[in-house]
């Protein structure tokens, strides 16, 4: 399992994350050889097997749609990075 | 004061023989002496933590569970108006607004908090090499690894630096550093101690527990902290057991299971012999003791290094430089702010872990990937079912080999991923597995794990438990923080 310069690019964009130039024959050597670590899951047949997403198989509890936490906006926002007016203050989205 | 158990320490509060505020400060000069040396801790409360002392000498009626002893926390557990870091410089200048469930029930059963943990990156490490703030060393060798991802907490309780500690295990990362620093460590059942305020790595995998010098003391951080959450929903509503009274229960006649998968070639010959040592110790005990096969159990590491990156990748998808955390410099635009902040902020294995995660995930490599993983994943769990149909406990090595170097294994992220051989099968199935000390190899220790079905904590306490009552392993401390 070998990924290209390209896949590991597409890749970090999905991830939202920035790849230096410099840093992608290290990501393509590491990701590989992950890939290709896991590659051995392929050794047992897994037909007929139904996936496990939980430990428990538990099914997702309800609760009433009730509030129960109250506004605490002021508090929140004291520790984020940019905010005017109780909003998140983000670079211009639209021109 | 610091060579009591926890245990010991309660009845010396409960007899007067010192205060909370005495055993307290104690700790901080420990703490203050050996923090240089060891690193154990990336934010340490010592007024804090007096005050909540002094606030336990004056409870004279109604004393909680726990009430004065002090504890060390994972920098993962958010702590209301304390550094919260999950040993990152993403959140670096995170102080939590709101206090995880755990740190909540500590408080209430009068806990005295010393402060919170070094760790690796995100709980993302098998050696507690990846945090921000520098690596922690083992207290039995300052050139070797503690373990990780909670290394922190485990050498607090290693060099008594604290009466017990917690910590989180999303793939060995609670029995792993027990084994490596010579302490007693469980990961409960999935469900059984509250996420809620515990910093997301991977949802369907982690789970909280405690580190103590014995099972007894573990059992008591456990009493303390298990328990159904409605702000968690995954968290299991079912009675908690009585483990602390339950524990000198008798284990005659329980069977013991010997995985002859885990006990092949990579296994190191002398702790073979320690975990022989320590079977006969149980068959003495009243133990029955056979053979068992987890046939998939080779395929662990492979399925969880689908899983816990797919679920990491999805989870740290919110650290965006928007709300809280880390931002950086003069973005130019929105997608700019998201990928250069979490650029600039994650350290490699876990900007490492986003990719594998993002990768499997992706359309077209969703069903080689993640849903292949998630069936073996039921395979492994479908092993230890008919495992527990023949025995109580599963019993193994912790650990293929004791603590390795510092920089040993960190440019290998893959050797670094098979050290967790022993103890990942039990996340991926969700049942509770503890570790506790069984020897010394070449001055290390060894550390054995014990596995049993869903909420079946008490089993292994008891014999964990009983195992302790006649062996002197798990009070041995390292000589310089004797």
């Known amino acids: 399992m070998a990924l290209t310069t390209a896949e590991i690019l597409n890749i970090a964009k999905l991830a939202r994350l920035h790849v230096e130039e410099s840093e992608l024959v290290d990501y393509q050597q590491d990701l590989s050889a992950i890939l290709g670590f896991v590659e051995q899951m392929e050794q047992v047949n897994v037909d007929g097997v139904e996936p496990m997403a939980h430990p428990q198989d538990m099914s997702q509890s309800l609760r009433e749609d009730v509030v129960t936490e109250s506004d605490q906006r002021e508090r929140f926002q004291s520790i984020a990075p940019a905010t005017a007016n109780g909003l998140y203050l983000v670079p211009k989205v639209i021109e | ?482």
């Not at chain 2, 709980?123 to 060798?141: C, I, L, R």
């Not at chain 2, 969703?366 to 039921?378: E, G, M, P, T």
Request: glycine share 8%; with cysteine; hydrophobic share 40%.
């Open chain 2, 1 to 482: 004061m610091h060579n009591l158990t926890l245990a010991q320490q309660l009845q010396a509060l409960a007899a007067g023989e010192f205060s909370s505020v005495e055993l307290t400060q104690h700790y901080i000069n420990r703490i203050e002496s050996h923090q240089d040396s060891l690193n154990a801790f990336i934010t340490f409360t010592p007024e804090r933590a007096l005050e909540e002392a002094q606030r336990a000498d004056q409870r004279s009626t109604d004393k909680p569970l726990l009430n004065g002893i002090p504890l060390a926390l994972k920098d993962i557990f958010c702590t209301q108006g304390v550094k919260t870091s999950c040993a990152s410089k993403m959140l670096d200048n995170f102080i939590a607004p709101y206090d995880a469930t755990v740190v909540t029930k500590l408080q209430q059963a009068g806990a005295v908090s010393l402060g919170k943990t070094n760790m690796d990156e995100f709980a993302m490490g098998s050696s507690s090499e990846s945090s921000y703030y520098g690596d922690v060393k083992n207290p039995w060798d300052l050139s070797r690894v503690p373990g990780g991802s909670s290394g922190g907490s485990a050498v607090a309780v290693s060099a008594r630096l604290a009466s017990a500690s917690m910590g989180t295990d999303t793939g060995g990362s609670i029995r792993q550093p027990a084994a490596f620093c010579g302490i007693t460590g469980l990961k409960p059942t999935y469900g059984r101690v509250s996420r809620y305020g515990m910093i997301a790595y991977a949802s369907s995998l982690d789970q909280a527990g405690p580190f103590g010098v014995s099972a007894l003391d573990c059992a008591y951080l456990l009493q303390a902290t298990a328990g159904h959450d409605a702000k968690d929903s995954t968290s299991v509503d079912q009675p908690v057991d009585e483990y602390t009274a339950n524990i000198n229960e008798d284990i005659r006649g329980l069977r013991i299971g010997l995985p002859e998968e885990f006990f092949q070639e990579g296994l190191d010959a002398d702790i073979r012999a320690k975990i022989d040592a320590a079977c006969d110790q149980l068959r003495e005990l009243g133990c029955v003791i056979k053979p068992i096969s987890l046939p998939n159990a080779k395929l662990a590491i492979a399925a969880y290094y689908v899983i816990a990156p797919a679920e990491c990748s999805s989870n740290l998808s919110r650290f965006d430089g928007v709300r809280f955390g880390y931002r950086c410099e003069d973005p130019v635009d929105l997608a700019d702010l998201y990928s250069r902040s979490r650029s600039e902020a994650f350290g490699p294995e876990v900007k490492r872990r986003i990719m594998v995660g993002a990768y499997a995930l992706s359309a077209g490599y969703y069903d080689a990937y993640y849903l292949r993983a998630q069936k073996i994943r039921r395979l492994i769990s479908e092993d230890y079912q008919k495992a527990f149909a023949e025995v109580d406990v599963v019993l193994s090595p912790t650990t293929p080999t004791t603590a390795f170097k510092t920089n040993e294994k960190v440019d290998d992220p893959i050797t670094m991923y098979l050290s967790d051989i022993y103890t990942i099968g039990v996340n991926l199935a969700g049942l509770p597995g503890i570790s506790i000390p069984v020897g010394f190899s070449q001055k290390l220790p060894v550390g054995m794990q014990m596995v049993s079905t869903y909420f079946s904590e008490d089993t292994l306490l008891r014999i964990a438990h009983q195992f302790q009552q006649h062996t002197d392993w798990h009070l041995q401390t390292p000589a310089e923080f004797e």
